[in-house]
């Protein structure tokens, strides 16, 4: 058992916090208030290398893991800069299509996704399905060689700044009745994919839309594999990498916050000489929250090194406590640390607050927290299937 990063991986962590720290919260929130992108970090993560650390070095990656790539969503979360479309586009996009696409798509797609040029966004949800994927209404049907693709997507993340979207869609013909699920990349300009930005009520550089598919056609090559069978495998193959980045973006907000407030509470003084910080009332919430983090950051670790050995059951149980765990751990930072700041961390400038919608929606996407716990109950408890 080894709890240490390698010393690549250390160097990588390295290099990420001082990335994340040349831009920091303000840019962050800067751009989410100006309704913009994080267009320069984003590039510069690219040319350095960081966004396609998992991807394979013959399509110009860094030819690591989920590990790596987990490694870079905490360290620039913990610089105050969590961004969704790591989970999205790396995370997801690149590793369904390196595991399952067809040669020509890993050469289309993988190495503009490596340096960042390419953004893959992800689009599963449904207004109707909601968590039940076994309801997926969006089918796609054959014309010719061509496919069709009619149906509604919600909440997809980052569509207007992508040029594709990984859409899930289940076959028209399964027999059987239950989910036969497709995948498909489509270009974010396809004629008959429209969308529409939803308003949330968190602080983001990145947009969530309702997405309409209307009668939406693609050649043969848009569906990911070689044929039908690829579905269901490339659509679990992007569920523990999600899980485990998301998870990774939610520890490293925590630490942020947890950073802050003790910065604050270690210096701020209104009972004569004694620090607030001093009053175990302020800092044992701050020292819980530290060890809840860091509990999911072990469990993280966990869920990435077993993935990254291939052994993906074990991982989908881990992937889903250690996003259970850091969900939790990230909701209870942030609020954890606006408290420790009192009115100071109400306010835009100490950074805090600005993460409450975030960590917030952290604990229901990519899959909520009772999901996880149905999840647990199921395959680790034994329990039958309550619905
Ligand atoms: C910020 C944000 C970004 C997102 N980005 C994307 C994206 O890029 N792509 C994408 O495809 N989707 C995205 N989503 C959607 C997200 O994955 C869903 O919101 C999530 O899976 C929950 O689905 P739902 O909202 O339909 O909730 P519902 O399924 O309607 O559930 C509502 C509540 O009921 C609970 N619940 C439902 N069923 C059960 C049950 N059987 N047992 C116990 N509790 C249950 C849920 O846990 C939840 O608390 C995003 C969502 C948010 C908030």
Redesign the pocket.
Known sequence: MNFDLTPEQDQLRDAVRALGRKYGHGYFVAKAKAGEHTTELWGEAGRLGYLGVNIPTEYGGGGGGITELAIVCEELAAAGCPL?LLV?SPAIAATVINKHGTDEQRKRHLPGLADGTQKI?????EPEA???FHRLGTVARRDGDDWLLSGR??????VDEAQYVLVVARTEDAATGKLKPALFIVPTDALGLTRSKLD?E?LSPEN?FLLYLDEVRLPADALVGESLDAGLPALFAGLNPERITVAAMGAGTGRYAIERASEYTATRKVWGGRSIGSHQGVAHPLAHAAVQVELARLMIHKAAARYDAGRDLEAGVSGNMAKYAAGEAAALAVDTAVQALGGAGMTTEYGVATLLGAVR?GR????????IL?FVAQHVLGQDK??
Do not use: D, H, W
Not at 121 to 125: D, E, G, L, N, W
Not at 153 to 158: A, F, L, M, P, V
């Open positions: 969704l999205v966004v992800f689009a599963i949800t909601g968590s039940n997507k919600c909440y997809i993340s980052g949330m968190i969530q929606a229901i996407a990519p899959v909520s927290r009772e999901m149905n309550s619905y």
